[in-house]
T-cell receptor, first 113, second 116 residues
Framework: AQTVTQSQPEMSVQEAETVTLSCTYD???????LFWYKQPPSRQMILVIR??????QNATENRFSVNFQKAAKSFSLKISDSQLGDAAMYFC??????????FGKGTKLSVKP | GAVVSQHPSWVICKSGTSVKIECRSL??????MFWYRQFPKQSLMLMAT?????????EQGVEKDKFLINHASLTLSTLTVTSAHPEDSSFYIC????????????FGQGTRLTVV
């Protein structure tokens, strides 16, 4: 069975600074996808970034980028130039052959002005 | 972008009654929808996978007779919590994947269920 581990229950970053959220996963599948979702207080799940496992190049979406280390099964999220609106719960998720997503326990990110 | 609409966004019901939650894909067809449950300050846990035109697949520990899932069309799946009890109070979220095989799952807004 696949598992996703987020070892940082809470993180804090100063506005305009950079923060990295960690995520590791375990799988025996060779074809899969990894995601970072943001869940603000509204609880709406918002896709932040997606990485296909077969792609070696790290995904980037504006201020958000990932460090995907397939051999190490590591998938960290870097948020640059942090903004107050980035404060939320962040979930790392694994998407495999079954189609459903397996989520980590989440990291609560606080942004200090 | 793809939109998934979930209704209602919140509901309060009396213990022993049933509650139906709808999940609709508004601008795409979804052969598969997923139902998750999220307790306060916890992660999303998959409850069941809803397949259009066939029976839902439930995760271990989820009572299929309590959480009835119907996926009657390519754009609608419903979750009915039958004979609800206070311990069923939670946040329920659905997601749907485009039948064309796109990898991204789109989420509904979620439903906060409170059983009193």
């Amino acid at each position: 069975a696949q598992t996703v581990t987020q070892s940082q229950p809470e993180m804090s970053v100063q506005e305009a600074e950079t923060v990295t959220l960690s995520c590791t996963y375990d799988t025996s599948e060779s074809d899969y996808y990894l995601f970072w979702y943001k869940q603000p207080p509204s609880r709406q799940m918002i896709l932040v970034i997606r990485q296909e496992a077969y792609k070696q190049q790290n995904a980037t979406e504006n201020r958000f980028s990932v460090n995907f280390q397939k051999a190490a099964k590591s998938f960290s999220l870097k948020i640059s130039d942090s903004q107050l609106g980035d404060a939320a719960m962040y979930f790392c998720a694994y998407g495999g052959s079954q189609g459903n997503l397996i989520f980590g326990k989440g990291t609560k990110l606080s942004v200090k002005p | 972008g793809a939109v998934v609409s979930q209704h209602p966004s919140w509901v309060i019901c009396k213990s022993g009654t049933s509650v139906k939650i709808e999940c609709r894909s508004l601008d795409f067809q979804a052969t598969t929808m997923f139902w998750y449950r999220q307790f306060p300050k916890q992660s999303l846990m998959l409850m069941a996978t809803s397949n259009e035109g066939s029976k839902a697949t439930y995760e271990q520990g989820v009572e299929k007779d309590k959480f009835l899932i119907n996926h009657a069309s390519l754009t609608l799946s419903t979750l009915t919590v039958t004979s609800a009890h206070p311990e069923d109070s939670s946040f329920y979220i659905c997601s749907a994947r485009d039948r064309r095989g796109k990898t991204e799952a789109f989420f509904g807004q979620g439903t906060r269920l409170t059983v009193v």
